[in-house]
Each structure stands twice: as structure tokens, then as C-alpha cells.
């Protein structure tokens, strides 16, 4: 069983994430410590597979799983290439009281550029649910990880329509703001070993800790200097502790995420292409997409790129 993220370290949501949710916090909210980081247990990634990723956009297509960890309902969409071929995984995460649908434009075209992409409505964090909790994002982490093995387990399921057309070898976690948060534990205190890479869209370390551990993965965060949810220098705290390849594009007029996962925007167009390209490098292996990650990233000047990948 994988680590929990511990609830109190996730008190402090209560004051943060709820307000740019328009949640009323509850009152009396229990003072916040940030938790220890750990010594980071790291090792070296194995040599990275080095291929092409594909030239075309693929048609997309959408399936929606009824999943159920525990009894935690975890409805998954599934947005995936309509062409031939094994293509990597991507597990993503929603802010609170989103939906995947809200982040369909982003995710469908990184399905349309040759990637898996499975994004859960979380049970008490996602938009309607009915029981409402903003503490259960200490349990999202091993929901995310429970829903990769069965996105992944499609691969070997005979008739199924992803049946042979998953890279299961090559897997990248992302999410925005609690998701975000979601992401950061999955290579912290709920290290998923399966994973090969992340990005981190507006989140920080906020209950998970900087404790980065496992191979090494590259990580790529998104942030918008005037986010007015979770600050900028938290997310950059968060990016500034990974011991590994990464990367940080910054946005100087980006807020928490109305404006930058708004599909037609420049800002949009900029996230959208630097992140596929991104993926491209890091789950395909493609060396030629490196330089394209410089060059979507400061596209229409309304981002920079801190680059160490």
C-alpha cells in the first residue's frame, strides 16, 4: 500500500485552495506546520529510450470508466488517438471543484499528438460531487495511482478497444492547482514508480512535502505570477526542490488558471504546445523536441522558461 499524504499537513487548504474555489473555509481552521521534508531517497533514471514521437495529429476519441477504489467512485475519462500504434500514458488531475471536462482542450490535444490521457473525477473533490471535502486531496495520490494500473491493465485486456495500444513503460502524472498538489505527492510521499514524468500546472508542495524520491523523472511546472490561489512562490518553492531534470515556464500576467487553460488565448496556445512538447521529450524519448520546448514556451512573449532539463 502506498503512503498517505498525512491530513494535517493539508489543513492549510482550507485557506488557500477554498477561496479561489469561491468554498467558504470552515471556521476555527487548525493552525498549519509545514511538514518536514524528508531526506530524499533518489536514484539515477536508467538511460532514457530515445525515439521519435509521432509526426501527425491523430483523431480523438473518448471513453469514460467506471472505477471504484474502496468505494471511493473514480469515474475516468479517457481521451485517446483513434490511429494504430503504443502510446504513452498520461494520468491527470482537476483542481477543486473541476472536472475533467473543464480541461478537455488541453487534454485532447495532448491525446491528438499520440498520448493516453486518463483523467478521474476525484469523489469529494471534483465539481457536484455530492459530499464535498476539500481534506480528501490527502487521498488523491493513491486514487491516481489506482487508477493508473487500470488504465494500464487495458493493454492486456483482449477486445478491449486500447487492447495492445498502450506504451505501458512510459508514464507521466499532471494536474492543476489540487491537482497539482496531487501530482507533487505522487513522486513525494506517495512515490509512484511507474512514473517517468510530471508537470505541475499551478500547484505546489502545500501537504506533500519536498521530499522528491525514486528515479528520476523530469518534471515541468506552470505558473502564473499573479495567481491569486496559490502563490507563485510556492509553486516555485515546490520546483526550486526537485533534484532532478526540470523546467519552469512562467507566465508574468497568468493568474490560477481562468486565463491560462482558456482554449483560444495566446497564453493557452503557449502552455498547450510547450507542454505537448514536453511530453513528447519525455515520454517518446525525442531529442528533436527539446529545442521545440524553448520555442513554444516563449512564443507571443507572455511566458519565460527556466530550463534545466
Avoid at 100 to 120: C, E, I, K, M, S
Wanted: charged share 20%; with cysteine.
Amino acid at each position: 500500500m502506498k503512503p498517505a499524504i498525512p491530513r494535517v499537513a493539508m489543513v492549510a487548504l482550507g485557506g488557500a485552495l477554498l477561496a479561489g474555489c469561491g468554498v467558504v473555509a470552515p471556521p476555527s481552521t487548525p493552525a498549519f506546520r509545514t511538514p518536514v521534508a524528508a531526506s530524499p531517497s533518489v536514484t539515477s533514471a536508467p538511460p532514457p529510450v530515445r525515439g521519435t514521437a509521432p509526426a501527425r495529429s491523430f483523431s480523438v476519441e473518448e471513453r469514460e470508466l467506471a472505477l471504484s477504489r474502496g468505494g471511493r467512485r473514480l469515474t475516468t475519462t479517457v481521451f485517446y488517438p483513434s490511429g494504430a500504434g503504443r502510446f504513452p500514458v498520461v494520468l491527470f488531475s482537476h483542481g477543486l471543484g473541476g472536472r475533467p471536462a473543464d480541461y478537455a482542450p488541453l487534454l485532447r490535444q495532448w491525446a491528438a499528438a499520440g498520448f493516453v490521457v486518463a483523467a478521474p473525477a476525484y469523489p469529494h473533490t471534483s465539481g457536484g460531487a455530492a459530499d464535498y471535502d476539500v481534506f480528501d486531496v490527502v487521498n488523491q495520490p493513491a486514487d491516481a495511482s489506482y487508477v493508473i494500473g487500470k488504465v494500464l491493465a487495458l493493454d492486456g485486456r483482449r477486445g478491449d478497444g486500447l487492447f495492445h495500444r498502450l506504451a505501458t513503460d512510459r508514464v507521466a502524472a499532471a494536474g492543476h492547482s489540487a491537482g497539482g498538489i496531487t501530482t507533487v505527492g505522487l513522486f513525494t510521499l506517495a512515490r509512484d514508480a511507474r512514473l517517468d514524468a510530471g508537470i505541475v500546472l499551478s500547484g505546489s508542495s502545500l501537504g506533500t512535502g519536498t521530499g522528491f524520491r525514486g528515479a528520476a523523472a523530469p518534471m515541468l511546472f506552470v505558473h502564473g505570477e499573479r495567481d491569486e490561489t496559490v502563490s507563485y512562490a510556492s509553486g516555485k518553492a515546490a520546483y526550486d526542490a526537485v533534484p532532478w531534470p526540470k523546467a519552469l515556464l512562467t507566465f508574468p500576467k497568468g493568474d490560477h488558471g481562468a486565463t491560462l487553460l482558456r482554449d483560444g488565448g495566446a497564453s493557452f496556445e503557449v502552455l498547450a504546445d510547450t507542454t505537448t512538447e514536453f511530453l513528447r521529450f519525455a515520454l517518446y524519448g525525442d531529442p528533436a523536441a527539446k529545442p521545440r520546448i524553448d520555442r513554444a514556451a516563449t512564443r507571443d512573449d507572455v511566458a519565460t522558461l527556466d530550463d534545466h532539463l
